[in-house]
């Protein structure tokens, strides 16, 4: 499955920005999604997490309430919508998939993924 996000960019603090993920997993519906960040010397951080039927979502603490996840099936496409960005959010973003059967299932574990995209930088400067 190839990955392959993009809408990263500079943004002010404050500001918003919307983060796609086109894949080419057929069919989109049978694989739940997930976003994960990393910043320079850190360690990949879960930031959320969709599960195959859209109807579960979970959120890493510090980007509650400020990010929504979501998935377009019909054009196989996940978002992350960031809004009230801060400086702290400033890192690589990657967008992951994993093959599953249950379709309510949501995980916030990096090696439960089989798929990365090559990531997209967002830089908040404050």
């Known amino acids: 499955v190839q990955l392959i996000e993009s809408g990263g960019g500079l943004v002010q603090a404050g500001g918003s920005l919307r983060l796609s993920c086109a894949s080419s997993a057929r069919p989109f519906s049978a694989y739940a999604m997930g976003w994960f960040r990393q910043a320079p010397g850190t360690e990949r951080e879960f930031v959320a997490s969709?599960?195959?039927?859209?109807?579960?979502?979970d959120y890493a603490l510090p980007v509650q309430g400020r990010f929504i996840i979501s998935k377009d099936d019909d054009m196989r496409t996940l978002y992350l919508q960031m809004n009230n960005l801060k400086s702290e959010d400033t890192a690589v973003y990657y967008c992951a998939c994993r093959l599953i059967p249950d379709r309510s299932i949501v995980s916030r574990n990096k090696n439960d993924y089989e798929s990365w995209g090559q990531g997209t930088q967002v830089t908040v400067s404050s």
């Open positions: 969709i599960s195959r039927n859209g109807g579960s979502t």
